[in-house]
């Protein structure tokens, strides 16, 4: 099976600041990559699927791309509402295999 | 609007069987692949299980396939999740999920301890 990995694990930014999240797949999986969003308690929310297209209403200051095996979140200002754990996920094949997460926090 | 409610989780012991059920509205179930995503306390996202469209089409975690059954029933607009042989590892919330693919809605999540 695909894994997928994430880093970093963990982040601490200042708000305003761009914050880049990548997420790595052991073998190509093309576009096929969602990011979401779990905030403290919360359920989780989609973000972005087709590793760039953003789910409708999500806020424009997230940002994804990639392809193959190396994909990107970009946060282009941190706010403090963004204060959450990231997952990345393929869906190219089974299992539809997540990220294990990037906790980001305020500094 | 679009809600997903599940509903069954509870303390079971090892080995022992429990239900889930997942009661959809705010859109047209039977045109949608649905799926079953599990998250272990404190811990990451881990998809269980999808089904398709008309149910002829499953497809399992390996950690699950041969104990877990996903089924739906479209007239009732429910998704379940028969769950068999439990054990402690398989303790975790379960949401219920729009999509086979990526997961636009998720239900509140129902949990589901396994325990002596």
């Known amino acids: 099976d695909i894994q997928m990995t994430q880093s970093p694990s963990s982040l601490s930014a200042s708000v305003g600041d761009r914050v880049t999240i990548t997420c790595r797949a052991s073998q190509g999986i093309s576009n096929n990559l969602a990011w979401y969003q779990q905030k403290p308690g919360k359920v989780p929310k989609l973000l972005i699927y087709?590793?760039?297209t953003l789910q409708s209403g999500v806020p424009s200051r997230f940002s994804g791309s990639g392809s193959g095996t190396d994909f990107t979140l970009t946060i282009s200002s941190l706010q403090p509402e963004d204060v959450a754990t990231y997952f990345c996920q393929k869906y190219d094949s089974a299992p539809r295999t997540f990220g294990p997460g990037t906790k980001v926090d305020i500094k | 609007e679009v809600q997903l409610v599940e509903s069954g989780g509870g303390l079971v012991q090892p080995g022992g069987s429990l239900g889930l059920s997942c009661a959809v509205s705010g859109f047209t179930f039977y045109t949608y692949w649905m799926s079953w995503v599990r998250q272990a306390p404190g811990k990451g996202l881990e998809w269980v299980a999808n089904i398709k469209q008309e149910g002829s089409e499953k497809n399992y975690v390996d950690s699950v396939k041969g104990r877990f059954t996903i089924s739906r029933d479209n007239a009732k607009n429910s998704l379940y999740l028969q769950m068999n042989s439990l054990r402690a590892e398989d303790t975790a919330v379960y949401y219920c999920?729009?999509?086979?693919?990526?997961?636009?809605?998720w239900g509140q999540g129902s949990l589901v301890t396994v325990s002596s």
């Open positions: 999920v729009r999509g086979g693919w990526f997961f636009d809605y």
């Open positions: 087709g590793a760039s």
